[in-house]
Nanobody, 116 residues
Framework: VQLVESGGGLVQPGGSLRLSCAASGFTFSRYVMSWYRQAPGKERELVAAITSAGGSTNYADSVKGRFTISRDNAKNTVYLQMGSLKPEDTAVYYC??????????WGQGTQVTVSS
C-alpha cells in the first residue's frame, strides 16, 4: 500500500496550491479519502473528506469555501485544491485512505507553507 502526496510548497497569502495523492496497492474506489493536516505543536486535524464514489464531501469549518477535495478513481488519485491561503493553513498535509480500522492508510505528508 502506498499513498504519495505531492504539490506542497511555499506560497504567499492569498495564493493557491493543488495537492495530489497517488494511491496504489489497494482498491482505491472502495475507500473514503481524506486530507488531514498537522501544524507545529498542534494535533492532526481533518481538513476534507470525500466518499468512495465522490458523491459527498465534508470540510472543516476553517477551510469551507476555500478548499475543494476531489478524486479520480480511474487514476487512483485524490486532490485538494486550496485557495485564498492564509498563514494559519501552514502545516504538513497528509492523505488518508479508510474503510475500517483494519484498512486505514496514511501518506508521508507534504509541507505547505503560507508566508510572505
Amino acid at each position: 500500500v502506498q499513498l504519495v502526496e505531492s504539490g506542497g510548497g511555499l506560497v504567499q497569502p492569498g495564493g493557491s496550491l493543488r495537492l495530489s495523492c497517488a494511491a496504489s496497492g489497494f482498491t482505491f474506489s472502495r475507500y473514503v479519502m481524506s486530507w488531514y493536516r498537522q501544524a507545529p505543536g498542534k494535533e492532526r486535524e481533518l481538513v476534507a473528506a470525500i466518499t468512495s464514489a465522490g458523491g459527498s464531501t465534508n470540510y472543516a469549518d476553517s477551510v469551507k469555501g476555500r478548499f475543494t477535495i476531489s478524486r479520480d478513481n480511474a487514476k487512483n488519485t485524490v486532490y485538494l485544491q486550496m485557495g485564498s491561503l492564509k498563514p494559519e493553513d501552514t502545516a504538513v498535509y497528509y492523505c488518508n485512505a479508510y474503510t475500517d480500522w483494519l484498512h486505514d492508510y496514511w501518506g508521508q505528508g507534504t509541507q505547505v507553507t503560507v508566508s510572505s
